[in-house]
């Protein structure tokens, strides 16, 4: 059963809610996700009152690891999908095999 944030410790919880409002990057040509744009950090701690600034970037760039791996599996188990799909051309061949 997954976990509630509610269930991980203050920090944690601070690191989601931070998180959650840094914008998503990608790469330009294949749109592959690199993970947030940290430009804006400063900004959200400040406007957020964060005790522990160096704790939750902590925990902000462990889950960003996190979900980038997660991404980058995604996007290579539907690659070799599509490259399947596609080596077989769609076509369904039945053999008669006699014996």
Avoid: C
């Avoid at 400063?42 to 704790?55: A, G």
């Avoid at 999908?81 to 369904?92: I, L, N, V």
């Amino acid at each position: 059963m997954p976990l509630e944030t509610s269930e991980f410790p203050y920090e944690v919880q601070v690191a989601f809610f931070v998180f959650s409002f840094l914008e998503d990057n990608y790469e330009g040509m294949s749109g592959t996700y690199m993970g947030k744009v940290w430009s804006n950090l400063e900004y959200l701690i400040k406007i957020h009152s964060v005790e522990e600034p160096s704790t939750v970037l902590y925990f902000m760039k462990m889950w960003e690891g996190i979900v980038v791996n997660y991404t980058a599996e995604k996007s290579e188990r539907k690659r070799k999908a599509d490259e399947r799909r596609s080596a077989g051309g769609g076509k369904q061949f039945t053999h008669s095999v006699k014996g």
